[in-house]
C-alpha cells in the first residue's frame, strides 16, 4: 500500500528533480524540510513557513512524546492541528536524539530505554512504541527506529548496528501495517557507518522488504564533507532509483547540492533556524555573521534581491542592532531569512536540473560556501 506517488521530472546526471505527493499535499524534489521539533519551527509562524514555499516540515518523536505527549496530540486531534500546519510532516523517529540528548540510555535488542533530559523520567522506546507514537501524531512520513553508530566507531559496532536496525525495519513494518492510516508511509533508515559494503548490506535489504521511500543515516555525524559524500556515492546506487532517498541531518548550502548531485531527494537540518538564533544569516553571496560589528553602518540588506522581506526590507546595519540588543526580532527576521534562502537554494537546484546545469549551480554555491 504505497502512499505515496513519486514522480520524477527531470534528471541531470544523477540528481532527480520531481514531486512526492501525499493525502496532505505535493513536496517538491528536490526539497528541504525545515525542522519543527517540539511541534514549532522555531521563531516562525506557521503561514511564514509555508510562504517561504517549504512543502513539508519535519517533527520528532522524542520531544513530543516527553512533552506534551504524543496521547495528548492525539487527543488534541493531531499533530497538524495542533500546531495549526496543514502540510505534510515527515516525524523522526526518536533513536537519534535518545542518542545525543537524553541521560543514562541503554539500548537493548527490545528497544532504547533512557531518562527524559526534560524532567529524569524513565522511558522506553520501541520500533513499536515510535510507530505508535508517530501514527498518534499523525505522521505523513514516518521513520523507523534506527540505531545510529556514534562516528568514530569499529567495523563491528558499524555492522552490529545494521543488523539491529534491519531488525527493527521488520518489526517497524509489522506495527505500522496493523496501525497506519491510508495514506501514511514509512522510511527505512540505511545505516553502515563509512563502510562501503556494510552500505550496500543495509541498502540491499531495506530494497526487499519494499520501503515506499529511503533515509540515509549515520551521515554528518563528524566524519565530514569528502568522507559523507564518498559513503552516500557508495549508497545511492543501492536503492531503488524510482523511490525517495532521504539523507538525514544535512546540512549546508554546499553538502546539499553535492548530495543533490549524487541522487539525493529530501533534506532536513537545524542549520537555517538554528543559525538565524544566533545571529548568522544565509545569502548567495556566503554566510553573513550579523554579529560582527563590521555590519553597524551598513545601511543595505542581506539580498535586495531576495522574494523574503526579512532579507530585502531591513538594513544589515538593524539586524546588527537587533542582534546585539537581544530583540527579540533578531532570531524571527534571521530565522525567516534563512529558511527563506534555503527554499530560494531548493527551487534553483529543481530548476537547474530541469535545464541541464546543476553543475553550474555547484560551482556557484562551492564559491560562496566552499
Ligand atoms: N533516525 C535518525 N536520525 C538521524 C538524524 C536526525 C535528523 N534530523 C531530525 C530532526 C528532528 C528533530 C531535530 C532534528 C541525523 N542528524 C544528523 N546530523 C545532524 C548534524 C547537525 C547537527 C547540528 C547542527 C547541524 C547539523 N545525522 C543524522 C543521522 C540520523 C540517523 O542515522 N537516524
Given at each position: 500500500m504505497s502512499a505515496l506517488a513519486f514522480d520524477i521530472h527531470g534528471r541531470d546526471g544523477e540528481a532527480r528533480t520531481g514531486a512526492l505527493t501525499t493525502p496532505r499535499g505535493t513536496i517538491r524534489t528536490p526539497a528541504f524540510m525545515p525542522v519543527?521539533?517540539?511541534?514549532?519551527?522555531?521563531?516562525?509562524?506557521p503561514d511564514t513557513v509555508r510562504e517561504t514555499g517549504a512543502d513539508i516540515i519535519l517533527g520528532n518523536t522524542y520531544h513530543l512524546m516527553l512533552r506534551p505527549g504524543a496521547e495528548r496530540i492525539a487527543r488534541l486531534g493531531g499533530l497538524h492541528d495542533f500546531m495549526n500546519w496543514p502540510g505534510p510532516i515527515l516525524t523522526d523517529s526518536g533513536g537519534f536524539q535518545v542518542m545525543s540528548l537524553s541521560k543514562l540510555r541503554k539500548l537493548s535488542e527490545d528497544g532504547v530505554t533512557f531518562q527524559s533530559h526534560i524532567d529524569g523520567s524513565t522511558h522506553l522506546l520501541t520500533p513499536e512504541r515510535a510507530v505508535e507514537i508517530q501514527c498518534l501524531l499523525g505522521s505523513d512520513i514516518q521513520m523507523q527506529l534506527d540505531e545510529c553508530p556514534p562516528y568514530p566507531c569499529t567495523r563491528e559496532e558499524a555492522a552490529s548496528a545494521v543488523e539491529l536496525s534491519l531488525r527493527w525495519a521488520e518489526r517497524s513494518q509489522d506495527a505500522f501495517a496493523k496501525r497506519a492510516a491510508a495514506g501514511h508511509a514509512l522510511f527505512g533508515i540505511v545505516q553502515g557507518s563509512i563502510h562501503p559494503d556494510l552500505r550496500e548490506r543495509s541498502a540491499r535489504a531495506l530494497m526487499e522488504m519494499d520501503f515506499p521511500g529511503y533515509a540515509i543515516g549515520?551521515?554528518?555525524?563528524?566524519?565530514g564533507p569528502d568522507l559523507m559524500l564518498e559513503t552516500l556515492a557508495q549508497t545511492?546506487?543501492?536503492?531503488?532509483?524510482d523511490k525517495p532517498r532521504y539523507l538525514m541531518g544535512v546540512g549546508t548550502p554546499l553538502d546539499i547540492v553535492e548530495a543533490v548531485a549524487r541522487g539525493v531527494d529530501m533534506f532536513d537540518c537545524v542549520m537555517p533556524t538554528r543559525s538565524g538564533r544566533h545571529g548568522q544569516a544565509f545569502t548567495w553571496a556566503g554566510k553573513v555573521n550579523?554579529?560582527?560589528?563590521?555590519?553597524?553602518?551598513?545601511?543595505?540588506?542581506?539580498?535586495?534581491?531576495?522574494?523574503c522581506p526579512a532579507a530585502r526590507d531591513y538594513s544589515r546595519a538593524y539586524l546588527h542592532h537587533l542582534v546585539k540588543a537581544g530583540e527579540y526580532l533578531a532570531p524571527m527576521l534571521l530565522t525567516w531569512a534563512n529558511v527563506a534562502f534555503y527554499q530560494d537554494l531548493m527551487r534553483a537546484v529543481r530548476a537547474a536540473i530541469q535545464e541541464g546545469r546543476l553543475d553550474e549551480l555547484r560551482t556557484r554555491i562551492r564559491v560562496a560556501y566552499g
Open positions: 519543527g521539533t517540539a511541534a514549532s519551527v522555531k521563531a516562525m509562524f549515520g551521515l554528518a555525524v563528524g566524519e545511492t546506487p543501492h536503492l531503488p532509483a550579523l554579529r560582527n560589528a563590521a555590519h553597524a553602518d551598513d545601511p543595505g540588506p542581506l539580498d535586495p534581491e531576495s522574494p
